[in-house]
C-alpha cells in the first residue's frame, strides 16, 4: 500500500475522479468482489475521503478531471492496473478498459502490456516513478 504522502499533491477533484476510475475498473468485469472494495476502502482512507463519500462515489458512474502531469498520469494508470490485478484475475473488458483509461490519460495504450510485464517482474508489483516515466515516455496528447 502507497503512503499518505503519494495522495498529498493530489486536488479534491483528483481524488475523487481517482476513486471514480477505480470504481469503474472494479466494475469492469461485472462482479465487484470484496478484495476491490477493501482496496478502495484503504485508498479513500489514505486521502481521507469518507465512507459515506466512497459510497457516494460506488454508485455515481462519473469521472472528473485528469491529472496534469505525465508522472501523475502514469501513476494514476498504475493505480488503476492495481485494482485491475488486485483479485488475481485479469479479464479481457479489464484490460481494454484500461488501455481506454491510458488514452484519455494521454498515455501510450501500448504502454499497458509492459507495464503489467514489469509489474510481475517486480516483488509485490511495484514500480518507481522513473520507471513509469519510461514505459509512458511517448504522449498522445
Known amino acids: 500500500m502507497e503512503k499518505d504522502k503519494s495522495y498529498a499533491h493530489l486536488t479534491e477533484e483528483q481524488k475523487i475522479q481517482l476513486l471514480q476510475q477505480l470504481v469503474k475498473m472494479a466494475k469492469a468485469d461485472q462482479i465487484f468482489k470484496f478484495v476491490e472494495f477493501k482496496y478502495l476502502t484503504e485508498i479513500a482512507e489514505l486521502m481521507n475521503i469518507s465512507a459515506a463519500k466512497l459510497d457516494e462515489i460506488i454508485e455515481s458512474n462519473k469521472v472528473g478531471p485528469l491529472p496534469k502531469t505525465k ?40 504502454g499497458v502490456e509492459t507495464m503489467i510485464k514489469a509489474m510481475d517482474n517486480n516483488k509485490g508489483g511495484m514500480l518507481l516513478n522513473k520507471h513509469l516515466i519510461d514505459i509512458f515516455s511517448i504522449d498522445l496528447n
Open 71 to 110: 508522472l501523475e498520469r502514469s501513476r494514476q494508470l498504475y493505480r488503476l492496473t492495481v485494482m485491475m490485478m488486485i483479485d488475481h484475475v485479469v479479464t479481457k473488458e479489464e484490460l481494454n478498459l484500461l488501455k481506454t483509461f491510458a488514452i484519455e490519460l494521454g498515455l501510450a495504450p501500448d
